[in-house]
């Protein structure tokens, strides 16, 4: 059994989903963040994210001691055989990603190493990125007149924000990129609970592991926008894309998932992820045409949504629109590149007043929006919403508001127009109560 303690450095949505799960497969670890606040709600039982399931997880494992939160990092790593690097890789304003953080954690390790330690790089890095932190690390060593070993490992992550905690217990695929063969045993020892419970395992390079992340994210992204455009034809010939998707996905060579017409993808993953390997593409004298349609084609999808309520609605000059839900996605408090963000300027623009209402979003959507926040009134609940708006815009599909009052919402809004934007209601259902309803990727009336 491995018995070294685990660090995790950077403790947000995946550093901290990966060292309380880690915890709980039987591993002692350390969270590390520089963010102070972050580290005493944790240390007091909270959770400063949003995440389903979570705080059981932690709560079981706080207890227990097998998890202990700290803005140490020095002495983090002095205590842990395995570091892992969980921190941001935001994208810079060239679409490439900034590698800031991770090789200041990097220099931190070459500065606190005192033995053997693997090095785990967990965040979404560009391929060669492992090669440059372990150059960072040996190159603080020498500085220090030093020569410890060590190894580093690409392990990328594939969870998804609002289905974390099982996606990082139950997943699809682990994948381990290295070289080293002692580092790939202490690897399968820190992931024991998965190794022994039949999860794939895939074994590389570091090159390949950091490809494979890119490569899977840039396809669901591809995937989404693919089926978005489709839903613009659809709309013109009379074509129903829930009953399309439906059947492609039938295709065992397809698959059912990431087909869903709507208004386009966000999200702290999919916009920086394709963006960022256009650009390693580009300076490798490639150019990744599909990835870039895809890109395009998502950006047009939001504005499309825009194109298609001023459509509707004629000119927005006085009128308010109620906004359903503002997080890229339900079950999360994350509106990191939200279509929302563009869509709800967008409206504005064009002389729109907004009521908007997330069960999880409103406070980070305040300051992300705070540029229109004259414009915007937050409300309590979705029925609050809809009282003096003129139409109805459903833009994340939280499961509260797949089981709306119809009638009430008819009664409530002045224009009876109700736009699903995640194709959650059936039209029949909306427009026996009177509401027009107007979906993603289904023939519009006239
Ligand atoms: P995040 O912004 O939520 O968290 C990053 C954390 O790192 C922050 O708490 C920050 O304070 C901390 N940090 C920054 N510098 C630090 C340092 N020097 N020492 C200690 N802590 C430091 O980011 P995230 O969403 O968890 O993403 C992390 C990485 O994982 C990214 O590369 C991302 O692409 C990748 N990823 C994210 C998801 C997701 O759904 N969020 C899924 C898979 C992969």
Redesign the pocket.
Same mark, same amino acid.
Request: net charge negative.
């Given at each position: 059994m491995y018995e070294n303690k685990i660090s995790v &450095? =950077?403790? =947000?949505? !995946? =550093?901290l989903v990966s060292g309380v799960c880690l915890a709980d497969f039987g591993n002692t670890v350390i969270n !590390? +963040? &520089? +963010?102070e606040e /972050?580290i005493n709600k944790l240390n007091n039982g909270e959770v400063p994210i949003y995440e389903p399931g979570l705080s059981e997880y932690l709560q079981r494992n706080f207890e227990s001691g097998r998890i202990s939160f700290t803005t140490d %990092?020095k002495e983090a790593i002095e205590n842990s055989g395995v570091v892992f690097i @969980? !921190? =941001?890789?935001p994208p810079k304003d060239d679409g490439s990603a900034d590698l800031q953080?991770v090789l $200041? !954690?990097a220099r +931190?390790i070459g500065k606190y190493m005192n033995g053997y330690k693997v090095i785990v790089d /967990? $965040?979404? %890095?560009p391929i060669g990125t492992g090669r440059k932190v372990a150059a960072v690390i040996q190159e603080e060593l020498d500085k220090r007149g030093v020569d410890y070993k060590f190894d580093v490992v690409s392990n990328?992550?594939?969870?998804?924000?609002g289905k @974390?905690v099982y996606d990082f217990t139950h997943p699809d695929r682990v994948v381990i990129g290295t070289e080293s063969e002692k580092a790939r045993d202490i690897l399968k020892e820190v992931y024991r609970a998965l190794y022994l419970n039949d999860t794939p395992f895939v074994f590389t390079n570091l090159e390949t592991a950091e490809m494979i992340k890119y490569a899977s994210n840039a396809f669901l992204a591809t995937k989404i926008s693919f089926i978005n455009e489709i839903s613009v034809l659809c709309e013109k010939v009379n074509a129903d894309v829930q009953v399309v998707a439906k059947a492609m996905g039938m295709d065992g060579r397809i698959g059912d998932k990431f087909l869903h017409a709507g208004p386009g993808y966000g999200? $702290?993953?999919f916009p /920086?992820?394709t963006r960022a390997i256009v650009r390693i593409a580009a300076e490798n004298g490639v150019d990744l045409k599909v990835i870039k349609a895809g890109i395009e084609a998502n950006e047009n999808q939001k504005l499309y949504m825009v194109e298609k309520i001023v459509n509707k609605l004629g000119d927005l000059k006085g009128k308010t629109l109620g906004i359903l839900g503002l997080s890229f996605k339900p079950e999360t408090d +994350?509106m990191r590149e939200a279509p929302a963000l563009t869509i709800i300027p967008e409206l504005i623009k064009r002389g729109a007043r907004i009521r908007a209402f997330d069960p999880e979003g409103i406070k980070e959507a305040t300051w992300r929006l705070k540029d229109y926040e004259k414009d915007i009134i937050y409300c309590d609940n979705e029925y609050e919403v809809m009282k003096g708006s003129n139409a109805l815009v459903l833009l994340t599909e939280w499961n509260q508001f797949r089981r709306l009052d119809l009638k009430r919402v008819k009664e409530l809004l002045a224009d009876p127009v109700f736009f699903d934007l995640r194709n959650v209601y059936e039209v029949e259902e909306v427009e026996k109560v009177g509401l027009e309803y107007i979906g993603v990727g289904t023939a519009q009336k006239a």
């Amino acid at each position: 059994m491995y018995e070294n303690k685990i660090s995790v &450095i =950077g403790t =947000g949505y !995946v =550093g901290l989903v990966s060292g309380v799960c880690l915890a709980d497969f039987g591993n002692t670890v350390i969270n !590390v +963040d &520089i +963010d102070e606040e /972050k580290i005493n709600k944790l240390n007091n039982g909270e959770v400063p994210i949003y995440e389903p399931g979570l705080s059981e997880y932690l709560q079981r494992n706080f207890e227990s001691g097998r998890i202990s939160f700290t803005t140490d %990092v020095k002495e983090a790593i002095e205590n842990s055989g395995v570091v892992f690097i @969980a !921190v =941001g890789t935001p994208p810079k304003d060239d679409g490439s990603a900034d590698l800031q953080y991770v090789l $200041s !954690v990097a220099r +931190d390790i070459g500065k606190y190493m005192n033995g053997y330690k693997v090095i785990v790089d /967990k $965040s979404t %890095v560009p391929i060669g990125t492992g090669r440059k932190v372990a150059a960072v690390i040996q190159e603080e060593l020498d500085k220090r007149g030093v020569d410890y070993k060590f190894d580093v490992v690409s392990n990328p992550e594939f969870l998804r924000e609002g289905k @974390a905690v099982y996606d990082f217990t139950h997943p699809d695929r682990v994948v381990i990129g290295t070289e080293s063969e002692k580092a790939r045993d202490i690897l399968k020892e820190v992931y024991r609970a998965l190794y022994l419970n039949d999860t794939p395992f895939v074994f590389t390079n570091l090159e390949t592991a950091e490809m494979i992340k890119y490569a899977s994210n840039a396809f669901l992204a591809t995937k989404i926008s693919f089926i978005n455009e489709i839903s613009v034809l659809c709309e013109k010939v009379n074509a129903d894309v829930q009953v399309v998707a439906k059947a492609m996905g039938m295709d065992g060579r397809i698959g059912d998932k990431f087909l869903h017409a709507g208004p386009g993808y966000g999200g $702290s993953c999919f916009p /920086k992820d394709t963006r960022a390997i256009v650009r390693i593409a580009a300076e490798n004298g490639v150019d990744l045409k599909v990835i870039k349609a895809g890109i395009e084609a998502n950006e047009n999808q939001k504005l499309y949504m825009v194109e298609k309520i001023v459509n509707k609605l004629g000119d927005l000059k006085g009128k308010t629109l109620g906004i359903l839900g503002l997080s890229f996605k339900p079950e999360t408090d +994350d509106m990191r590149e939200a279509p929302a963000l563009t869509i709800i300027p967008e409206l504005i623009k064009r002389g729109a007043r907004i009521r908007a209402f997330d069960p999880e979003g409103i406070k980070e959507a305040t300051w992300r929006l705070k540029d229109y926040e004259k414009d915007i009134i937050y409300c309590d609940n979705e029925y609050e919403v809809m009282k003096g708006s003129n139409a109805l815009v459903l833009l994340t599909e939280w499961n509260q508001f797949r089981r709306l009052d119809l009638k009430r919402v008819k009664e409530l809004l002045a224009d009876p127009v109700f736009f699903d934007l995640r194709n959650v209601y059936e039209v029949e259902e909306v427009e026996k109560v009177g509401l027009e309803y107007i979906g993603v990727g289904t023939a519009q009336k006239a």
